[in-house]
């Protein structure tokens, strides 16, 4: 394939140009440059006073809080998108066109693990596994919150991908609403569960697993695949193979499958794009919502080797340079540990 | 202002939060890298055969095509993301969901000047003005081809920005279909009309012009401010006051002044944000519209200061650390030439 196409994304209908011929442009290729470091890392072990006072920790036997001796730590995020006072004077939507509402929420960074490591393929699978089980316990923690309709979890790792700070870390921010980009996918996988009964994520999953040109991995309860209409070069998506809306919903069990999934994908990511940024991102079904019949959560993999510029600001179309049959072949032939 | 709070926008009801906490952060804006260069830039004269043969050029006279003696080039991009022969066959959407549709059109690039400028206010005016005449003749040869609903122009200035070219130059694409973004602006202002038998951005710019906070610049026919809802740190709307969807259909007086208005605010922007990368798209009615009542033709221009994250591409809410009121009051206090 040489000729640019447009793809639709089924779930929510955007539209992407896979145009192959851009690869060749120069430098069109991040070459990632990593955070500057001056002085001590504020999240390594020592430095537990750099951060507000932690919500959240696994910690070794007789440890205290805010002192050494944790293995992951979640902690208020010292420079806060979000504040205020949850639940507390509700949302009130003040109806004029330039009246601003105060962003209330908790923006809350997780400190993945205690050593200083950069990329997800540096972290033990053990201790990726107990920090998503303490997220997940959060999630149902801040799920519980008065006012929190919604939890994004998101982790920058790379400078292209906005991260500041390179030691291994995730972000979560509980909102008191649903964001625009789930909001659009509820839409999408709502209608399409009107229209035929069944869930859209779930006949995604099973054509990607058979039709396998996109396929990156399979394990018994997870598929891990390149997105058909991906806007990022080696765009992916893991999800559970068995439908489920709700993240947090997951016991122990389906905690250590999908962490292991997810750490998998990632390391194979870091090896076939070896310092290439990327974001990844968590969607789930809000709290409040009636959405476990046609929702399905899943992890979104956004790598950052290319830049959006004027035109995917512009037009809202991105540029893709890398066919995600393409990527998904390169992604299945390193070795994922 | 120290508390975040969301501000949505008149047009398209998009959702932003001005976050001004989150400017402390370390490296919170970027340091631009300009795009390493090696060997002569392709864009200079003397490189004429470095691009393919231009479509449209101001020239001396007694010079020849695709030779020097240029002042301003527009040529197909020699990695172009869209291609095929628009017209012929026109549009089809083959209705499966994974079935492809070739990217019609065409994609050009337009190079501003013959001297390696890289920043607009290294342009002269005149310069810049003639150029964007030539953009605008360029824009109605365009629409007079068949199967181009749209011609999306869009500058990208710097690395962060994704040029890969630092003389400067801007692009043009021709679309068979009107873009996400244009068609959601499209969208807000016709429900607006409807409601109201008003412009929303007549009205949006009469309110700043009044109300005069965000307010950038104001000259006769032209007012550039801060967009209430800015996405970016600096982001700015340049406009006509007097109500005009299409871009192309004006006078070369109408280009004079609007060209002056943008020259203008982009060498302030250059100023008060030194080597800061920015991108500059331009929306316009489609050709084949009825959007002559509603629709107003404007400049966007956003800087690239902040990166956008894992935040932004997973909840499609952008966090903007400096309040568009700061920023007009940073902008107002350079002086433009």
Chains 1, 2 share one sequence.
Not at 207 to 219: C, G, I, N, P, Q
Not at 306 to 318: P, Q, S
Request: proline share 7%; net charge negative.
């Amino acid at each position: 394939m040489t000729e640019p196409e447009y793809r639709r994304d089924s779930v929510v209908g955007r539209w992407v140009i896979i145009a192959p011929a851009r690869a060749d442009r120069p430098h069109e290729f991040v070459e990632t440059v990593r955070p500057a470091r001056s002085g001590p890392c504020p999240f390594c072990p020592g430095s537990e006073h750099d951060t507000p006072d932690e919500v959240a920790a696994l910690r070794n036997l007789g440890t205290s809080a805010n002192g050494p001796g944790w293995q992951v730590r979640i902690v208020p995020n010292k420079f806060p998108a979000v504040g205020g006072v949850l639940g507390v004077g509700a949302v009130v939507e003040l109806g004029g066109a330039m009246v601003p509402t105060p962003a209330l929420g908790r923006h809350e960074v997780v400190i993945e693990t205690e050593a200083h490591a950069v990329g997800v393929g540096e972290i033990p699978l053990d201790r990726w596994t107990a920090m998503w089980r303490l997220v997940r316990d959060r999630f149902r923690e801040l799920g519980r919150t008065a006012g929190v309709r919604y939890v994004q979890w998101f982790k920058n790792v790379g400078d292209a991908a906005g991260a500041s700070i390179e030691h291994a870390h995730a972000q979560m921010i509980a909102l008191d609403r649903v964001p625009e980009v789930v909001a659009g996918e509820l839409a999408g996988a709502a209608a399409h569960h009107r229209e035929t009964g069944r869930c859209v994520y779930c006949e995604l999953l099973t054509h990607e697993a058979a039709e396998a040109t996109r396929l990156v991995d399979l394990t018994p309860a997870h598929a891990a695949w390149c997105n058909y209409a991906s806007r990022f070069s080696y765009e992916m998506i893991v999800a559970p193979r068995r439908h489920a809306a709700d993240f947090a919903a997951q016991d122990d069990a389906g905690i250590a499958a999908a962490a292991a999934m997810l750490h998998r994908t990632l390391a194979r990511l870091e090896r076939a794009c070896p310092n290439g940024a990327y974001n990844v991102v968590l969607h789930t079904a809000p709290f409040d919502s009636s959405a476990s019949d046609h929702y399905h959560w899943h992890w979104e993999i956004l790598p950052r080797l290319t830049k959006a510029a004027g035109f995917e600001w512009g037009a809202g179309i991105h540029l893709n340079p890398v066919a995600p049959e393409q990527a998904a072949q390169a992604l299945r032939n390193v070795k994922p540990d």
